[in-house]
C-alpha cells in the first residue's frame, strides 16, 4: 500500500463523527469518532511501519478533548482538534525558526537530501507554513463552535486539502520571486567582485 494513500484513511474520523452525529446521540458520534482514531494510528503502524508524529499529536489531542465531550455531552470539544494541532503546529515551527532552527531544514539534513533551494528561502516557505497552520487552525476552531457539523467535516477532511492546494500555489509564485530576486543579487555581486 502506498503512504500517500494516507491522507484519504486521515478522512475517516472526521466523516464518521459526521455520519453519527446526523444519525445518533453525541455520545456515540464521540465514541464512533474516538474508535476510528484508534484504528487510524494502528492502521498506520500495521502497514507503513511507522507512526507520523503528526499522527501521534491529533490522536492525543482527540484522546484528551474525546473524554471532554463525553463528559460535557457537548460534540464540540471533539471537533476542536485541528484547532489545537494548527495552533500547537505553528507555534512550535514559529519558536523554533525563531531560534534558528529549521524543521524542514533539518529534516532534509537527517534524510541526507541536497536542499534544493538557498535555506533563507527554505526558511520563508516555513514562515509561510506556519502561518498557514495557524490561520487554518483559527478558522477550524470558528467551524466548530458555529458551524454545522457537515461544514466542519468536509473542512476537516476534502476542504483542507483543497485550500492546502491554494496556498501551495501561492508559494510557487513566491518561490519564484524570491528565487529570482537571489540570482540577481548573487549576479550583481560577481560583477562588482570581478570590476576589482
Given at each position: 500500500?502506498?503512504?500517500?494513500?494516507?491522507?484519504?484513511?486521515s478522512f475517516l474520523p472526521a466523516l464518521l463523527y459526521w455520519y453519527l452525529e446526523e444519525t445518533q446521540t453525541v455520545e456515540i458520534a464521540i465514541i464512533g469518532g474516538?474508535?476510528?482514531a484508534i484504528l487510524e494510528i494502528a492502521f498506520e503502524k500495521i502497514f507503513f511501519k511507522h507512526i507520523h508524529s503528526i499522527s501521534k499529536l491529533n490522536f492525543v489531542i482527540i484522546l484528551i478533548l474525546g473524554p471532554i465531550s463525553l463528559i460535557g455531552k457537548d460534540g464540540v470539544w471533539f471537533?476542536?482538534?485541528?484547532?489545537?494541532?494548527?495552533?500547537?503546529?505553528?507555534?512550535?515551527?514559529?519558536?523554533?525558526?525563531?531560534?534558528?532552527?529549521?524543521?524542514?531544514?533539518?529534516?532534509?539534513?537527517?534524510?541526507?537530501?541536497?536542499?534544493?533551494?538557498?535555506?533563507?528561502?527554505?526558511?520563508?516557505i516555513e514562515y509561510h507554513l506556519a502561518f498557514f497552520l495557524l490561520i487554518n487552525g483559527i478558522f477550524m476552531g470558528y467551524l466548530a463552535i458555529y458551524e454545522t457539523t457537515s461544514t466542519w467535516a468536509f473542512f476537516k477532511s476534502i476542504g483542507f486539502y483543497l485550500v492546502f492546494l491554494v496556498f501551495l500555489v501561492a508559494e510557487i509564485f513566491v518561490?519564484?520571486?524570491?528565487?529570482?530576486?537571489?540570482?540577481?543579487?548573487k549576479m550583481n555581486f560577481g560583477e562588482q567582485y570581478g570590476e576589482h
Open positions: 500500500m502506498k503512504k500517500n494513500n494516507l491522507f484519504l484513511i474516538l474508535s476510528l471537533k476542536l482538534q485541528p484547532f489545537f494541532t494548527g495552533i500547537f503546529l505553528s507555534s512550535f515551527l514559529i519558536f523554533n525558526l525563531k531560534r534558528g532552527k529549521s524543521l524542514m531544514l533539518t529534516m532534509m539534513k537527517d534524510m541526507e537530501k541536497k536542499v534544493p533551494m538557498p535555506e533563507f528561502i527554505m526558511e520563508k518561490i519564484r520571486k524570491l528565487f529570482k530576486k537571489y540570482m540577481l543579487e
